[in-house]
């Protein structure tokens, strides 16, 4: 069965210093990786993706995020955390074959990322 | 511009009324989805269509209904059953289900659905 977990429920960083958001998921094909942003009440913007091709993934606003298949990890960073970055994070991963002969995206819980001045 | 809207942004729902989301997109997708997300539990998938006469059920299809009598347009339809339908409703698309790698789903701003 295909899982996504993302570790933290919250993640409080000052303005300026490194951001960390993790992830781990489990899946019993290689999957395709995504991360989204949810701004309060709003709808989920695409950061970044995997699709087996590079392994370190560069995504918008500065974001990347590397697949480590040992681990199982996508964790999500950024050098340096901007107030405009506060808001919520989603992990997503998408098998690349069906089950039960369907294909479904599988949400992470969400990270919610607090930005402190 | 290309994208998904939805509307309204907020809606009312009194004891034992149906309501209707609505979802439109211009991006020429085959595939809509319906999301349901609560505070602490991400998204949950109500129902999806691959393509325009089809829809199928999703984790937590009860108490809600869909059609799909266009490719633009993917009306949710929040009905009595539905005991706790106070929450956040996303609607989402993609090119298809067809399985590409890294297919990606884009969404739209959301409906947030209150009971009073």
């Known amino acids: 069965a295909q899982s996504v977990t993302q570790l933290d429920s919250h993640v409080s960083v000052s303005e300026g210093t490194p951001v960390l958001l993790r992830c781990n998921y489990s899946?019993?094909?290689?999957?395709?990786l995504f991360w989204y942003v949810q701004h309060p009440n709003k709808g989920l913007q695409l950061l970044l993706k995997?699709?087996?091709?590079?392994?370190l993934v560069k995504g918008i606003n500065g974001f990347e995020a590397e697949f480590k298949k040992s681990e199982t990890s996508f964790h999500l960073t950024k050098p340096s955390a901007h107030m405009s970055d506060a808001a919520e994070y989603f992990c997503v991963v998408r098998p690349t074959r069906p089950t039960s002969g369907t294909y479904k995206y599988i949400f992470g819980t969400g990270t919610r990322l607090k930005v402190l001045a | 511009d290309g994208g998904i809207t939805q509307s309204p942004k907020y809606l009312f729902r009194k004891e034992g009324q149906n309501v209707t989301l609505s979802c439109e997109q211009n991006?020429?997708?085959?595939?809509m989805y319906w999301y349901r997300q609560d505070p602490g539990q991400g998204l949950r998938l109500i129902y999806y269509s691959q393509i325009v006469n089809d829809f199928q059920k999703g984790d937590i299809a009860e108490g809600y209904s869909v059609s799909r009598e266009k490719k633009e347009s993917f009306p949710l339809t929040v009905t009595s059953a539905q005991k706790n339908p106070t929450a956040f409703y996303l609607c989402a698309s993609s090119i298809g289900l067809a399985g590409g790698l890294g297919e990606t789903q884009y969404f739209g701003p959301g409906t947030r659905l209150l009971v009073l």
């Open positions: 899946s019993s094909y290689s999957p395709s």
């Open positions: 995997y699709t087996s091709a590079a392994t």
């Open positions: 991006l020429n997708h085959d595939a």
